[in-house]
Each structure stands twice: as C-alpha cells, then as structure tokens.
C-alpha cells in the first residue's frame, strides 16, 4: 500500500534548547526504522509521482556546542598549563639548586678535613725532625738529648759513647777561664821559667830546673813557683792535682838515641799516672826556634824538633795522655818561633809566654765528655 503522506524527519537532540514547539509525526507502527540517513534519500523516490506539499517551514533551532570539561575556556586551559610547566621548572630550578648547595658542602667538607689532615701530617713531621735533631745531637756530643716523656710512656736517650782519639793532638776549644789552672802543675826545663819569671797564666805550681831532662826529671832538684823548692816527686807525692802538664825535649834534642828519650818519657808518664791517679795528663810537644837560631848548632834545628814531636805524640798514644801541639800555636807562618818573642831562639818573653799560654787555654780535655 502506497503511502501517499508525507513523512517529514528531525534529528532531535533532548538537551538542545528550542525556541518553538514542533509537533512531529508519529512513525508508522508497521515500518522498521531506518537510519535517518538512509531514510531522507529514498523518500523521494517512492513519492516521486506525488507532488510535496509545501508545509510551512520550521525553523530548527541553533545547537548549542556541549562544552565538556577539555572544551571549556581554551585560553585559561593554556595558561594553566603554562603554569604548570613554569612550576614544574621552577621546581627542577629549586632541586638543581639544593643539589648545587648540597654538593658545595660537601665539597667544603672534604676541603676541611683534607686540610685538617695536611696539618696534622705537618706536625707530625715537625715533631718527627725534631726528634732525630735530638738524636743526631746526642750522638755528636755524647750528651742525652732533652726528650720530654710522651703521653703513654717515658722516652729514655741513653748517653752514647764517644771516644777520644789519641792520636790526634787536643782540638781546639773554648777558651777555658784562669781558673782551670788552679790545681795544674806545670813541669819542664827553662821555658817554664818564662812563664814564672813574667808571671803569666794561674797554674798552682810551676816546677823547672836548667839541665832537667827525662832520666832525672822526679829526682832533679827544681826552683818551684810557690817559693817552696824541691822535686817533682816530692812535689807529686805531696799534693794532689787536677791537671799534670809534662814539657822535656829541648834538653834532649842532643842525645844520639831519640828512641831512648821516647823510652824514658813513656816511664816518666806512668809513674806521674801512679802518683796522680785522677789527674789529667798533658804532654806538650816542643815549640820551634827561632829563624836566626835555627841550625846554628848541629842539633838546635826545626826539623830535629818535628822529629822529637812525633816521638812525644807516640808517647802520648801509648800512655793514653793528651798532647798539644806547641809548635803550631806559636809558630808564624814560616814555621819559625816569632824572633819578637824570644830572648834568644830558644826561651820566651814576655809576649812569647802569653802566647803559649793563651794555647793551653782553647786545648783542653774534660774526660767526663768521653768513654775512654
């Protein structure tokens, strides 16, 4: 059956607002739906034979866009979207720079105990050099070093042993003071006399004969400074001294054997060391003669001297006594005895004496200083 009314479509959407109410046609209970679509393209063909009536036009009313909640407001929608990214680098600005500040502090951290550590290794050091200047000196001068104790426990130096060398002659020292001198005795020929006639040096006794030698040296009958004459033996026996200063050499310069010179003062030695037991024992080697008397007579000559002097430091070794070197600490630069200082080639003056003197002065031993 042909349906010969006209059948009009909408698209009606509930929530869109109307300005009108239109009153649509039912659908035909019989008919299937169709697709809106579909619908409005094949209406005009099975209608095509009737003409369409020209119904009054209604106005459909304007959709409204449905704004869901991403629609809505795109400008603000950016914006907060830029803030969000604004926060968020700030953010990442925020925890660069903790950890910037975090990482420095570290860093100044480290600085510290690395420089905490430098310090400390510093004065470990110091102490440390301290301490083997300590040690090195004691074993220089044989003397304990001043060594606090340490925290946990007492540090004991040990005084080293050092040992004097026999066979060098006495090295030169401080000068010690006149009073060194005031338990010496002195023993010799002439020249000793010169110290007594211009009364130089502080030495307790100065014995001396004119033809005194080393065969008669402890029974020779001697002038003595302290007006109380005799011999050296009884001189020795008698009185105690701190220092024994033996000068013999010049009187036997003649003699054929020097050995037996050097035989007879070895003797003369230990018996002085027998009667003197804690004295300290100088054995002076001869002093030069002068330029004028040197080789006037066969055997007044420097270089018999030199010879005498090696026998007298023999002596010395053997007997473990100190020997001073006289020739040099009065020679000039010739190797002769000043002619200003002597009378004759041989004896002294006053200016000689001193000379002599002021020699024993800076070439001393203190034996507390040595193990031997």
């Not at 990442?92 to 430098?118: C, G, H, M, N, P």
């Not at 004295?279 to 007044?300: K, Q, W």
Request: glycine fraction near 4%; include cysteine; charged fraction near 25%.
């Amino acid at each position: 059956m042909e349906n010969n009314e006209e059948m009009t479509t909408f698209t009606f959407d509930p929530e869109e607002e109307h300005t009108g109410q239109v009153d649509l046609p039912e659908p035909l209970p019989s008919e299937p739906e169709v697709p809106e679509a579909e619908e409005a393209e094949e209406l005009p063909a099975a209608v095509s034979d009737v003409p369409e009536p020209d119904p009054d036009p209604v106005e459909e009313p304007e959709e409204t866009p449905i704004l869901h909640a991403e629609h809505k407001a795109p400008d603000s929608m950016t914006s907060a979207r830029e803030q969000a990214e604004q926060m968020k680098k700030q953010e990442e600005i925020r925890k660069r720079r903790a950890s910037r500040k975090q990482s420095e502090s570290q860093k100044k951290k480290r600085t510290r105990r690395i420089l905490l550590f430098v310090s400390l290794l510093i004065i470990a050091f110091i102490v440390l050099i301290t301490f083997l200047a300590n040690v090195i000196r004691v074993l220089v001068r044989g003397r304990t070093a001043n060594v606090g104790p340490l925290p946990t426990q007492e540090v004991i130096v040990h005084k080293v042993p050092v040992y004097y060398d026999y066979e060098e002659p006495v090295p030169e020292s401080a000068a010690v003071s006149d009073s060194y001198f005031a338990d010496a005795i002195l023993i010799g020929d002439t020249r000793v006399q010169c110290l007594d006639l211009y009364s130089v040096g502080n030495f307790k006794t100065l014995l001396y004969g004119t033809s005194i030698n080393v065969n008669n040296a402890l029974s020779y009958d001697c002038a003595s400074s302290d007006g109380v004459d005799g011999s050296p033996n009884e001189k020795l026996s008698l009185n105690r001294y701190g220092k024994v200063y033996l000068t013999f050499g010049i009187n036997e310069l003649g003699w054929n054997n020097p050995d037996t010179f050097a035989t007879n003062l070895r003797q003369l030695v230990d018996q002085v060391r027998s009667m003197q037991p804690d004295a300290v024992i100088y054995v002076l080697g001869l002093m030069p003669v002068s330029e004028n008397r040197d080789g006037r007579t066969e055997y007044i000559t420097n270089e018999r001297i030199k010879k005498y002097n090696i026998l007298i430091q023999t002596v010395a070794v053997d007997t473990k006594t100190y020997f001073l070197d006289c020739y040099s600490g009065v020679a000039n630069e010739e190797g002769y005895l000043p002619a200003e200082d002597t009378s004759d080639g041989i004896n002294l003056l006053e200016s000689g004496c001193q000379v002599w003197y002021n020699y024993m002065k800076t070439h001393t031993v203190n034996p507390e200083d040595y193990s031997n």
